[in-house]
């Protein structure tokens, strides 16, 4: 199994993206991290728990990530990142939510945490309308 692991993400890259690029060039398929830094544009989303669906938002401007933590499993045989993140701008105020494609990194570091086992599988769940880890589908 892969140990814990840093990385430094690409300027300009899409946030969401280069994270899942590092775990999948790692083959590592089930994890926990964080992220810290500064995006130049974030897009967060919000679960509709009535619609079933994300809102999603797009923020313009400079911002500090101040927490950003999520997970890496599998949906549809391919690595899935889960993340919320917390960001704050100029005026010290925060906002949050579930990271979206589209949020631009300025700098950007991962802390990767492997975990130990089989990977988790992500399925679609009827009573949420998410796609969830299956349970037993992981070591």
């Not at 967060?44 to 990530?65: L, N």
């Not at 950003?68 to 906002?95: M, P, R, W």
């Not at 949420?128 to 880890?133: K, V, Y």
């Amino acid at each position: 199994m892969a140990d814990y692991f840093l990385a430094r993400l690409p300027m300009g890259e899409d946030l969401l993206a280069a994270i899942k690029t590092e775990f999948k060039n790692r083959s590592i398929a089930k994890a926990g991290f964080s992220v810290i830094g500064a995006v130049t544009h974030a897009v967060m989303g919000f679960y509709d728990q009535v619609a079933r669906q994300y809102r999603q938002r797009a923020f313009e401007g400079e911002f500090e990530i101040v927490a950003c933590v999520g997970n890496v499993s599998l949906k549809d045989g391919e690595t899935f990142v889960h993340a919320h993140i917390v960001l704050s701008g100029q005026d010290y105020a925060c906002i949050g939510g579930h990271l979206m494609a589209g949020t631009r990194i300025f700098a950007a570091e991962l802390c990767g945490n492997p975990i130990p086992g089989g990977p988790l599988v992500r399925q679609f769940d009827e009573p949420t309308g998410l796609a969830l880890w299956t349970p037993g589908s992981s070591d």
